[in-house]
């Protein structure tokens, strides 16, 4: 493999440039790989995007499952014929160029960065993935491509993937399960931006068994995204001007004024959201984010935007499979799923033989064991999170997570 490095002119022609290749490795729940690239840029994009949800290590094993990136060139990555077949997943065109049980050859295009052609061999503990130039606004979509081979990763392991959001104190998690719009994510930023909490995610976590722990209990684990944050979480907030100010990756420019957010309707359809990377967050709010915690309770959030104050009331006597409402669709886990077969999940050690938890375990079930609440909330909770989530622990029997 040349150790020459393609930079991408203004006219979009590229040149190779001395550069020297970089290593690191990412694991998650037990799901380990190794990163081989030619671009530079790339562990530091990745750290600012994935960490502290996935560990980084500068010296991985050589036995891991492999991604290696290359940088293509000029012509290195092929223009797709239009009759060639293709997955869409939302914006993304994933187009197949070559399908074989040899050899698998897609070109993934999201139409806002540049494409990535992607080459894999059924059975063997690797994929190349050709970058057309090493400039920073070709990095995204190749740390997307890490996140999902990780998922391969976890799933194989039996990992179960909820929409909820996920806060935590001394390693004790609160679970906050809604449905799309039903407050996690907002609660989850508050907790972490004004209540002291760590937070591992606001949208989607997944529960797992703990490899190389004595205790083989469950965990919660967030999953890297960028957090989407309601303008009306942030009306009152201590850190409302730096939000305005702020040139957000996602925005490109500043927001400016979020003041028309307190006369709009609390709602899926009507909020107004900007979205953060973990680093933005962390770096604004001056939050904490943790991997993963044991989970401790279920918070199920009810956001009323004309009530005062909140109520807060034990759940008891659910059916049997109460949880499984919250898992995660095919929507959700779409940019997870590997549909053209990319990656052998089989390479990757499964859950049991980690010593994690055996094949009898359902983490649902397991979940359905835990102290539940129902929390009715509005808007003026905002100017009190650590009172609120004080009296939410106390209704749970966690008073001392409150401390």
């Not at 491509?145 to 998690?173: D, P």
């Not at 604004?284 to 943790?290: E, F, S």
């Amino acid at each position: 493999m040349s150790n020459r490095l393609a930079t991408c002119d203004s006219d979009g022609t590229s040149e190779s440039s001395p550069g020297s290749e970089s290593l690191f490795g990412l694991s998650v729940a037990g799901a380990s790989i190794r990163v081989e690239s030619e671009i530079p840029e790339l562990a530091a994009w990745a750290a600012r995007l994935l960490s502290p949800t996935f560990t980084f290590t500068s010296d991985p094993g050589t036995d891991l499952f492999t991604v290696r990136v290359v940088a293509a060139g000029p012509g290195g990555v092929p223009a797709v014929d239009p009759r060639a077949p293709r997955l869409l997943l939302d914006e993304t065109r994933v187009s197949v160029l070559e399908y074989r049980a040899e050899r698998v050859v897609v070109v993934q295009d999201d139409g806002e960065h540049p494409p990535i052609l992607i080459s894999a061999v059924p059975g063997v503990a690797g994929v190349e993935l050709a970058v057309p130039c090493a400039e920073s606004v070709a990095v995204r979509p190749v740390v997307r491509f890490l996140k999902f081979v990780l998922a391969a990763g976890v799933l194989a392991g039996g990992a179960v993937f909820l929409h909820g959001a996920a806060i935590a104190r001394a390693g004790r998690a609160l679970m906050i399960m809604a449905p799309s719009g039903g407050g996690k994510s907002s609660l989850s930023f508050l907790a972490g931006s004004r209540a002291g909490w760590d937070v591992l995610s606001d949208d989607l976590v997944f529960l797992a068994g703990a490899p190389g722990r004595a205790d083989r209990s469950m965990r919660v684990h967030g999953w890297p995204h960028r957090l989407g944050v309601s303008t009306s979480a942030l009306m009152g907030h201590p850190a409302r001007a730096r939000f305005e100010e702020a040139a957000l990756r996602r925005h490109g420019a500043p927001a400016g004024s979020f003041e028309g957010a307190r006369s709009l309707p609390w709602g899926n359809r009507t909020r107004k959201r900007i979205y953060l990377d973990l680093d933005e967050f962390r770096g604004l709010t001056g939050a904490t984010m943790v991997a993963e915690a044991v989970p401790a309770a279920v918070v199920l959030p009810h956001p009323e935007q004309e009530r005062r104050g909140w109520t807060i009331e034990r759940v008891s006597g659910q059916p049997a499979g109460w949880s499984r409402r919250f898992l995660a669709n095919a929507g959700e886990l779409k940019f997870m799923t590997d549909f053209l077969g990319l990656i052998d999940r089989s390479l990757f050690p499964a859950r049991e033989a980690d010593g994690g938890q055996s094949s009898d375990d359902d983490p649902c079930r397991e979940l359905e064991r835990l102290p539940v609440v129902s929390v009715r909330y509005g808007p003026d909770a905002n100017e009190h999170m650590p009172r609120f989530w004080a009296e939410v622990c106390d209704a749970l029997g966690l008073a001392e997570a409150a401390r």
